[in-house]
């Protein structure tokens, strides 16, 4: 029987072993702080965590993917002088919140996996750690409490306050300081010119064109050319408005590259390309590879990588309507023209980490569009991700002829990475490489129509 704690409440512990685990809905890391009556630890190894996962009767194991890990606990091998054994969720994003997501729930179960005690922590608004419950000694037993306190002052503090040494990290070297450029003579600052809003709003798609024809591109407003060097804009006179500045040419798109198999194209964003192959003939099999590459965390206590989780997935269209997605929940769409190769959960290894293999002969002729998309399961941003691309192999001779590479991370869950499309009878690629906020392809889909027109 599984007895609710409220915050504050406990409880007795009849078991000698116990697991206490976690149910979260945001990535987060499991530690134990071992601690004497005057809540301090007797020494660094006291504390455990993902670096340091063992220590005196407790045992950090590791969760199943997904899942956060959970503490083992030998209540019968705890020593003597440790009062209470404290168990800490530590959000993996430290600029996060927990009240940004449900409550975190801890529990408390024997060694058979029946569940003892459940606690669900309400009450977390702006802390990203909390001490969730602690077993604890009383005449002799052993007993659990809710205790549910958020900690504002960072995880280094939260350790030192408990008697943990910290390390700092290094700083960074200051780079030399380098001379300043000649201070050009004092102008009188131009007078402000008022915002200008562009002429068509952004994030709306342009109106579908006739088949075959490319999607008009939408004009933005230009900012004026800036001035030369020193020189500041004339000064006009007071109350009256600057002259208009002459917007110049909208920049022309990348130009169009052709394929060779002996010498990859490298792909800027926008870029496009006719699928065929040297000699003129149509690519009809094609392999889109999709890799990133978790960044190292440096962390207090030792550098370790983040769990990341990307997924891959192509999703179809009929003009601007969704009509299937091959993605890990689903391999191959329902035409077969589509055939993902699986979900790799984390990223790690050389090459291609998730493989969308697509057959151009067997896409029915009403789908006109694919797009390639990379969403973060677990919500990690691309700033955690480095070396993310998206490369196009030749299906039958295994070739690659094209790759598109981000440079720099940005603050988004899912990345749109490029698309294959009908321009009259030849399909061609472009690369993308925009940002949006989504976890897995459903809501990624309501943000896709955009990039059908650019």
């Known amino acids: 029987m599984t007895t609710s704690l409220a915050k504050g409440q406990n409880g007795p512990i009849t078991a000698s072993d116990v697991v206490v685990s976690l149910e979260l809905t945001t990535p987060a890391d499991l ?3 071992l601690v004497k009556a005057d809540g301090k630890v007797r020494s660094d190894a006291d504390f455990v965590f993902f670096n340091q996962p063992t220590g005196p009767g407790v045992r950090l194991v590791p969760g199943a993917p997904g899942q956060a890990a959970s503490l083992a606990v030998s209540l019968g091998a705890i020593p003597a002088d440790i009062a209470q054994v404290r168990a800490v969720i530590t959000l993996d994003d430290a600029s996060s919140t927990f009240g940004r997501f449900a409550p975190p729930t801890a529990r408390v179960a ?5 569940v003892l005690y459940e606690y669900r922590i309400e009450g ?14 009383r005449q002799g037993a052993w007993k659990v409490r809710a205790v549910g306190q958020g900690y504002a002052g960072g995880f280094a503090a939260l350790v030192t306050d408990h008697g943990v040494s910290v390390d700092d990290a290094p700083a960074a070297p200051t780079p030399a300081p380098q001379p300043a450029p000649p201070t050009p003579p004092a102008q009188p600052a131009p007078p402000q010119q008022p915002y200008t809003q562009p002429a068509q709003q952004y994030a709306q798609p342009a109106p579908p064109q006739p088949y075959g024809e490319p999607a008009a591109q939408p004009q933005y407003a230009q900012a004026p050319p800036p001035q030369p060097y020193g020189q500041a804009a004339p000064p006009q006179p007071y109350g009256q408005p600057a002259p208009a500045q002459q917007a110049p040419a909208p920049a022309a798109p990348p130009a169009e590259v052709s394929l060779t198999k002996n010498r990859p194209v490298s792909l800027v964003k926008g870029q496009r390309v006719t699928l065929r192959k040297e000699g003129g003939v149509a690519l009809t099999f094609l392999r889109m590879g999709l890799g990133w590459d978790p960044v190292e965390k440096r962390g207090l206590f030792g550098n370790r990588s983040a769990d990341i989780d990307l997924d891959a997935s192509a999703v179809l269209f009929a003009d601007h309507n969704i009509v299937d997605v091959a993605y890990y929940g689903q391999l191959t769409s329902k035409d077969g023209s589509i055939q993902h190769q699986g979900d790799n959960l984390t990223g790690e290894g050389a090459g291609d980490d998730e493989v969308v293999l697509v057959d151009l002969t067997r896409v029915p002729p009403h789908v006109n569009t694919l797009m390639f998309i990379v969403t973060s399961y677990k919500g990690h941003t691309f700033e955690q991700v480095r070396n993310a691309f998206c490369r196009l192999v030749d299906g039958t001779t295994n070739a690659e002829l094209a790759r598109y590479t ?11 990475m490029a698309k294959v499309y ?10 993308i490489g925009e940002g949006i906020q989504a976890k897995h392809p459903g809501e990624a889909a309501p943000q896709l129509g955009r990039f059908l027109a650019t």
Do not use: H
């Open 31 to 33: 530690s134990a702080l």
């Open 110 to 114: 024997d060694a058979t996996g029946a």
């Open 124 to 137: 977390l608004s702006s802390e990203s750690i909390v001490i969730a419950l602690e077993l604890y000694r």
């Open 406 to 416: 981000l440079q720099g991370g940005m603050p988004f869950t899912g990345m749109v």
């Open 422 to 431: 009908r321009q009259g009878p030849e399909w061609k690629l472009q690369a």
